[in-house]
């Protein structure tokens, strides 16, 4: 599968400018510093793309609500068959109470809703409320808004809350689960955690579409984020010249991930 750039004449590619406001990478906040450039369901057309089963979708709701439905029509005019599994990370700065609803409703089109912690409390309870301390069972409870509202068209989807160095919490009608970090204790092997949510997504996203199992999902999702905190910038491809296996920062993500399950198995959380 090849990579296609589309490139928009006369528009500067998005940046934003993200400050952590302590040292411990808590707090933060974020601001576009050039227009945004939207994606959508149309720049996939002619790409093999189109036909992917799973997709993440970075959105305010009603934007959420337009690309699910294009994707939909796209793929039913190339005669795509299967129902692709929708990933919604919803938009940050839209992320406040005064849009709780609309954020309730577009959940009915997703399968899998993932806000962090703190975007997950400006929603249900306000930005100067819901920023306040960390407490799983006030977490919990906000994301039971959600579930109890519904997630996707038969409400069987999950809520995936991302909560950095607290790890994460799966929900859905089956129960919650919360699994820690991969690093869960201090280490100069954390630089800096920008793109971990977005790593720790993908990760799960991938997972959950081979198993379906959300709690292997988690597991794959906090291994991925741990690449993604490691150094500035995307982490070192490489590969192991004996195997031809590839490695990440020069290791095995199927060996971090089995380290991982072992330490979580000797914690008793799997």
Known sequence: MRLRVHKVEDKPSTRGLLVYQDTVFGKKSFSYVTPRLQPSPRHLEHSNLLRSKSFHILASPEDLVAQVSAL???????????RPLI?????????DISTLIAHLEACKHVDVFSPNHLELGYLVEGKEKGGSGFSESAIESQARTFLHYGVGENGQGLIVVRCGEHGSLTLSGSGAEWL???????????VDPTGAGNAFLGGFTAAFQET??????????????????????????SRNSYF???????????ARTEEFKQRLAEASVL
């Open 87 to 95: 990933v919604w990370e919803p938009a940050p700065l839209t992320c």
């Open 72 to 82: 939909r029509r796209l793929r039913d005019q190339y005669k795509i068959p299967g």
């Open 180 to 190: 820690p970090p991969f690093y869960d204790k201090p280490t100069t092997r954390v």
């Open 244 to 254: 031809s296996e590839e490695l990440w920062n020069g290791t095995s993500v199927w």
């Open 212 to 237: 379906g199992d959300a709690r292997e999902a988690a597991t794959c999702g906090a291994v991925a984020a741990s690449y993604a905190i490691e150094q500035f910038g995307i982490p070192k491809l």
